[in-house]
């Protein structure tokens, strides 16, 4: 029969075979590998030639034209070699993991995407203590210098799966009670790492994303609070997804605030309502999180978005911050998706009744 | 005290069922916090949001709460537990809110533990409840200055110390809009077990989960 020829498959029909390779998810994979390595190939031997000129005359002889044939492999050599300061070979293996990455959010695309994750970024100076990270009365902030790297590709991560929000809990109202050696460090950091997101090779710039910071921005220094504000205006008007920045708070703080907004408001004697507490958030306008994700394995919110977390997923993968990595959002996203049939309905049914 | 309509599906019954089974839960796990020496429990025992469950099984919860509380209090103050109630009036029945009140004033001078009702309660709605309360005192002159810390004193129970942990039973992993200001700091511990099923050794094993945490409050 026509059908026993082929691996059962519901992807790439296939005559039979033993090997491995030729089985159906491995063969995807591997067709994947061999499209993206002559992709890229051919890319490099196109960017080589700009370097090393060869003229190929064809009928009309007084037109020069670049050669596209079996001399693109004489500019090996040359394709390896440091280009504008990034190594090819970093640049190849970049390209690798951008379409492998399509390839596993298509996948994941399959179930429910959430449209917002909340992270808890903690661990950062339990991960420079183990790894004995260089701190002294200069730098005492490494550890958060490499939590600020991994917030970086985490964010990357999240709007290449077609995440819309994303928040961050960066500085509590309670981390003012720090050593004030520290808190300067954050504070400094914080207005460095500012205007480096406002760079054009930053992820905001390349995802035309919008930044927000919530908190109550006046116990911030005066050089962060203006960064703070620049990072908005230049962002206000992007398309692409948010980021929102927590710093300066805590919900309690938050929902205070959210009061004395709306007894400005109301007229006298007029009762406040949940409604009126919910439009003067900060959160306000933006949907409540799906995921809230806390690192290194502590199970506290730690006065952070109690007020919006009535249907979030409560996380708390081991791993410190630093060590958050793809797999693990990939997993945040798998057990969500495990529990959005059910938040769903629960949801749905208050909803309803209100 | 999550998992009791699953735990009535799981073998057949009506939902009711599985809240009828829990009541001895509770009870168990109050005996066994005493043993133990906490000092507060809160159970959330019926929240705005049950409102829209069927209005057969509300009406049944409204009934089946009535009924708890007088069977149980004189159970409790013998235990020495004071009973408190955190919750709105409005829609919840009278019958229950004398209960809760008859329980309140007999349980007054207890104090070797205090258990709280969480009866109509929501965390969203008990904050707009506070809020309200606490501008009337301010327009009144009553209040000279708005902050956290005044704030706290308009809650339901203001005497209620913060919590300390919050222990959510039947795998599910949601703050479910309860105690959204005293849980702000609380170590969250979920357990897989089904509240019907859940007995004082659970709620011991919970405990020494908490005990292994770090708590910072932010600070270093």
Redesign the interface.
Known sequence: MMASQYTRSGLFPFPNSNSPLLSSPSLFLWLSFCFTTFYYYSRLATQGQRKVRCFVYCRNKSTPRTTYGFTRFLYLPSLLMEKNGKSMISKAIGHVSFVMRKCLFSILSIGPVPAHIAFIMDGNRRYAKRHALHQDSTNPGSGHRVGFKCLISTLQYCYEMGVKYVTVYAF????F???PQ?VQSLMDLMKEKIDELLTEDSVLKKFDARINFWGDLQLLSEPVRLAAKKAMDMTVHNKGPVLSVCVAY????E??HA??A??REKQ??A????S???RNMYTAGCLEPDIIIRTSG??????FL??Q???????NPNPLWPEFSLRHLVWAVLEYQN?HGY?KKRKG??E??K | MDGNGRWAKQRDLPRTAGHTEGESSLFDVVEGAIEIGVKAVSAYAFSTENWSRSPAEVKFLMGFNRDVIRRRRDEMHELGVRVRWAGRRPRLWGSVVKELQVAEELTRDNDVLTLTMCVNYGGRAELADAADRMVADARAGRLKRVDERTFAKYLYVPELPDADMVWRTSGEQRLSNYMLWQAAYSEMVFTDVLWPDVDRRDLWRAITTYAERDRRYGSA
Not at chain 1, 271 to 274: G, L, S
Not at chain 1, 309 to 315: I, R, V
Request: hydrophobic letters at 30%.
């Open positions: 509590s109202i309670d981390n009670k720090r050593d520290e805590t919900s309690t703080n929902i205070t009061i004395e709306s007894v006298e004697n009762p406040i309502e949940v009126d507490l919910d502590e199970t506290r919110l730690s006065n109690l007020w977390s009535d249907f979030t997923h409560l996380q529990v938040l049914e208050i309803k009744n």
